[in-house]
Protein backbone atom coordinates (compact mmCIF):
# COMPACT_ATOMS: atom_id res chain seq x y z
CA UNK A 1 0.00 0.00 0.00
CA UNK A 2 1.52 3.63 -0.87
CA UNK A 3 2.30 6.02 1.84
CA UNK A 4 0.73 9.09 2.23
CA UNK A 5 0.70 12.58 4.89
CA UNK A 6 -2.97 14.25 5.68
CA UNK A 7 -2.60 17.75 6.12
CA UNK A 8 -5.80 18.39 8.54
CA UNK A 9 -7.05 22.02 9.07
CA UNK A 10 -9.10 21.37 12.52
CA UNK A 11 -10.94 24.63 12.70
CA UNK A 12 -12.84 23.45 9.81
CA UNK A 13 -12.89 19.66 9.97
CA UNK A 14 -14.07 20.29 13.91
CA UNK A 15 -17.08 22.08 12.26
CA UNK A 16 -18.35 19.17 9.50
CA UNK A 17 -17.96 16.76 13.01
CA UNK A 18 -20.81 18.85 14.72
CA UNK A 19 -22.58 18.98 11.93
CA UNK A 20 -23.17 15.44 11.04
CA UNK A 21 -23.50 14.81 14.78
CA UNK A 22 -25.94 17.18 15.04
CA UNK A 23 -27.72 15.58 12.36
CA UNK A 24 -27.68 11.78 14.11
CA UNK A 25 -26.64 12.68 17.80
CA UNK A 26 -24.17 9.57 16.99
CA UNK A 27 -20.82 10.20 18.51
CA UNK A 28 -17.85 11.03 15.74
CA UNK A 29 -14.44 9.73 15.14
CA UNK A 30 -11.22 11.77 15.58
CA UNK A 31 -8.12 10.09 14.69
CA UNK A 32 -10.27 7.00 13.23
CA UNK A 33 -11.83 9.28 10.74
CA UNK A 34 -7.97 10.16 9.03
CA UNK A 35 -7.41 6.13 8.71
CA UNK A 36 -10.58 5.89 7.14
CA UNK A 37 -10.03 8.21 4.68
CA UNK A 38 -6.99 7.00 3.58
CA UNK A 39 -8.40 3.27 3.20
CA UNK A 40 -10.96 5.11 1.26
CA UNK A 41 -7.93 5.94 -1.21
CA UNK A 42 -6.35 2.85 -0.62
CA UNK A 43 -3.30 4.71 0.89
CA UNK A 44 -1.16 4.05 4.04
CA UNK A 45 -1.80 7.06 6.30
CA UNK A 46 2.32 7.43 6.97
CA UNK A 47 1.92 10.54 9.06
CA UNK A 48 -0.50 13.31 10.26
CA UNK A 49 -0.29 16.69 10.27
CA UNK A 50 -3.26 18.50 12.42
CA UNK A 51 -3.10 22.63 12.77
CA UNK A 52 -5.42 23.86 15.36
CA UNK A 53 -5.44 26.80 17.63
CA UNK A 54 -6.42 27.29 21.70
CA UNK A 55 -9.86 28.66 22.38
CA UNK A 56 -10.40 32.33 22.59
CA UNK A 57 -9.81 33.31 26.37
CA UNK A 58 -10.64 36.84 27.61
CA UNK A 59 -8.22 38.86 30.11
CA UNK A 60 -10.71 37.25 32.81
CA UNK A 61 -11.76 33.79 31.74
CA UNK A 62 -15.16 33.21 32.12
CA UNK A 63 -15.94 29.69 33.33
CA UNK A 64 -17.08 28.22 30.13
CA UNK A 65 -13.78 29.53 28.80
CA UNK A 66 -11.86 27.47 31.14
CA UNK A 67 -13.70 24.50 30.36
CA UNK A 68 -13.31 25.08 26.84
CA UNK A 69 -9.26 25.85 27.67
CA UNK A 70 -8.95 22.43 29.69
CA UNK A 71 -10.66 20.26 27.06
CA UNK A 72 -8.18 21.52 24.26
CA UNK A 73 -5.31 20.49 26.60
CA UNK A 74 -6.18 17.12 27.06
CA UNK A 75 -6.66 16.57 23.31
CA UNK A 76 -3.24 18.05 22.49
CA UNK A 77 -1.58 16.50 25.31
CA UNK A 78 -2.80 13.35 23.97
CA UNK A 79 -1.97 14.11 20.34
CA UNK A 80 1.78 15.02 20.93
CA UNK A 81 2.28 11.91 22.87
CA UNK A 82 1.40 10.30 19.08
CA UNK A 83 5.11 9.67 16.99
CA UNK A 84 3.03 9.58 13.85
CA UNK A 85 1.15 13.13 14.38
CA UNK A 86 2.57 16.71 14.22
CA UNK A 87 0.32 19.21 15.87
CA UNK A 88 1.15 22.89 14.73
CA UNK A 89 -0.93 25.66 16.55
CA UNK A 90 -1.79 28.92 15.56
CA UNK A 91 -3.78 31.79 17.23
CA UNK A 92 -7.93 32.01 18.12
CA UNK A 93 -9.01 35.85 17.34
CA UNK A 94 -12.13 36.88 18.21
CA UNK A 95 -14.09 39.92 16.23
CA UNK A 96 -17.65 41.66 17.39
CA UNK A 97 -19.52 42.00 14.50
CA UNK A 98 -22.05 44.41 13.18
CA UNK A 99 -24.46 43.20 15.10
CA UNK A 100 -22.49 43.17 18.56
CA UNK A 101 -21.99 39.59 18.67
CA UNK A 102 -18.59 37.69 19.16
CA UNK A 103 -17.15 35.78 15.77
CA UNK A 104 -14.31 33.75 16.61
CA UNK A 105 -12.05 32.68 13.86
CA UNK A 106 -8.08 30.75 13.10
CA UNK A 107 -5.06 32.67 12.49
CA UNK A 108 -2.24 31.96 11.01
CA UNK A 109 -2.95 27.91 10.73
CA UNK A 110 -3.41 28.21 6.91
CA UNK A 111 0.16 29.22 6.78
CA UNK A 112 1.40 26.88 8.59
CA UNK A 113 0.00 24.28 6.44
CA UNK A 114 1.58 25.72 3.45
CA UNK A 115 4.98 26.08 4.70
CA UNK A 116 4.83 22.33 5.93
CA UNK A 117 3.54 21.05 2.08
CA UNK A 118 6.37 23.36 0.59
CA UNK A 119 8.82 20.48 3.00
CA UNK A 120 7.37 17.73 2.18
CA UNK A 121 10.94 16.83 -0.12
CA UNK A 122 12.97 17.29 2.89
CA UNK A 123 10.68 15.88 5.75
CA UNK A 124 8.95 12.67 3.40
CA UNK A 125 11.53 12.27 1.22
CA UNK A 126 9.76 9.70 -1.31
CA UNK A 127 5.88 10.09 -0.78
CA UNK A 128 3.51 11.67 -3.43
CA UNK A 129 0.31 11.72 -2.63
CA UNK A 130 -1.09 14.43 0.01
CA UNK A 131 -4.80 14.06 0.89
CA UNK A 132 -5.99 17.72 2.26
CA UNK A 133 -8.56 18.29 4.48
CA UNK A 134 -9.70 21.61 4.22
CA UNK A 135 -12.41 24.18 2.30
CA UNK A 136 -10.01 27.56 1.82
CA UNK A 137 -8.87 29.18 -1.79
CA UNK A 138 -5.56 30.10 0.30
CA UNK A 139 -4.25 26.49 -0.58
CA UNK A 140 -4.32 26.88 -4.69
CA UNK A 141 -1.27 28.49 -5.16
CA UNK A 142 0.58 25.45 -3.22
CA UNK A 143 -1.55 23.15 -4.91
CA UNK A 144 -0.36 24.44 -7.98
CA UNK A 145 2.97 24.39 -7.17
CA UNK A 146 2.86 20.78 -5.10
CA UNK A 147 1.63 19.10 -8.71
CA UNK A 148 3.86 21.02 -10.71
CA UNK A 149 6.50 19.27 -8.83
CA UNK A 150 4.96 15.47 -9.44
CA UNK A 151 2.72 15.75 -6.17
CA UNK A 152 -0.63 14.34 -5.96
CA UNK A 153 -3.46 16.56 -3.76
CA UNK A 154 -6.38 14.98 -2.65
CA UNK A 155 -9.05 17.58 -1.37
CA UNK A 156 -11.53 16.23 1.26
CA UNK A 157 -14.56 19.19 1.98
CA UNK A 158 -17.72 19.50 2.88
CA UNK A 159 -19.98 22.27 1.31
CA UNK A 160 -23.80 22.91 0.31
CA UNK A 161 -24.84 25.33 -1.52
CA UNK A 162 -27.74 27.13 1.82
CA UNK A 163 -27.41 30.73 1.71
CA UNK A 164 -25.48 32.19 5.20
CA UNK A 165 -24.45 28.74 5.27
CA UNK A 166 -20.75 28.44 7.16
CA UNK A 167 -19.55 25.56 4.40
CA UNK A 168 -18.67 27.11 1.22
CA UNK A 169 -15.56 25.79 -1.06
CA UNK A 170 -14.14 27.76 -3.86
CA UNK A 171 -14.74 26.05 -7.33
CA UNK A 172 -10.90 26.77 -8.01
CA UNK A 173 -9.73 25.09 -4.62
CA UNK A 174 -11.97 22.16 -6.33
CA UNK A 175 -10.59 22.55 -9.61
CA UNK A 176 -6.98 22.88 -8.95
CA UNK A 177 -6.92 19.42 -6.59
CA UNK A 178 -5.93 16.10 -8.51
CA UNK A 179 -9.15 15.52 -7.15
CA UNK A 180 -11.70 16.52 -4.54
CA UNK A 181 -14.21 14.44 -2.59
CA UNK A 182 -17.21 15.47 -0.50
CA UNK A 183 -16.56 14.31 3.63
CA UNK A 184 -19.49 12.03 4.36
CA UNK A 185 -20.91 10.71 7.76
CA UNK A 186 -19.66 7.13 7.26
CA UNK A 187 -15.99 8.83 7.14
CA UNK A 188 -16.37 9.13 10.49
CA UNK A 189 -17.10 5.64 11.89
CA UNK A 190 -15.33 4.69 14.83
CA UNK A 191 -14.22 1.08 14.18
CA UNK A 192 -10.99 -0.44 12.80
CA UNK A 193 -7.14 0.41 14.36
CA UNK A 194 -4.89 3.29 14.25
CA UNK A 195 -1.34 3.44 12.87
CA UNK A 196 0.39 1.56 14.55
CA UNK A 197 -1.52 -1.35 14.91
CA UNK A 198 -3.10 0.64 18.04
CA UNK A 199 -7.10 -0.37 18.66
CA UNK A 200 -9.35 2.72 19.12
Known amino acids: ??????????????????????????????L????NICSKEGLNLKHLYIYTAPPYQSPIPTQKEDFLMKQYQNMTKMLRRKKWITLREGRCRKIIN???????????VDALIILDMCDIKDNHPG??????????????P???????????????????????????????????????VMLRKEDFNSSGTLPGGVKK
Open 1 to 30: MVDSLVFVDDGFFGLVKKRFYKEDGKPKSY
Open 32 to 35: QTFR
Open 98 to 108: SEGVGEFSQKG
Open 127 to 140: INKIILIASDSDFV
Open 142 to 180: VIERMKVRIFEIILYTYFDRNRGSKFSTSNHLLNVSSKW
